[in-house]
């Protein structure tokens, strides 16, 4: 197997949860194999470096060797090797900070056993 389809080879190394979505990538332009954008039909090479705009990352992958089978994770990484630089993994880091976000004891929505208290103490009122 000298080459394989783009999207065969994303989905195959789990970038992808489907083929469907790795051929939606590619149609979008999110796929950049060696500096160019790709195309799913556009075949894979050993050594290709390939970029994947997963908004707001931009990951690098370094394809080690060809598959068009889908195999598992364990066996996945012998096909592909991460070379993502630091300052983009930092980038999803502040994203998901900033998006779970973290809250005080007492702010924000009160607990269930916070709402009961405070029931019990409007009836008392009344």
């Known amino acids: 197997m000298s080459d394989t389809r783009i999207d ?65 994770a364990k066996l996945a990484v012998n096909y592909v090797k991460d070379i993502t630089p630091d300052q983009e993994i930092v980038k999803l880091d502040l994203m998901r900070m900033d998006s779970t976000g973290s809250r005080e004891r007492g702010a924000g929505r009160p607990t269930k056993r916070d709402r009961r208290i405070i029931d019990k103490w409007q009836d008392a009122e009344e």
């Open 8 to 72: 065969k080879w994303l989905w195959a190394v789990r970038i992808f949860k489907t083929r469907s979505q790795a051929a939606e990538a590619c149609k979008k332009k999110r796929v950049v194999l060696n500096g160019v954008e790709a195309k799913s039909s556009r075949t894979v090479k050993i050594d290709d470096v390939i970029e994947v705009k997963k908004l707001p990352v931009l990951y690098r992958y370094k394809v080690l060797d060809l598959l068009e089978k889908r195999v598992s």
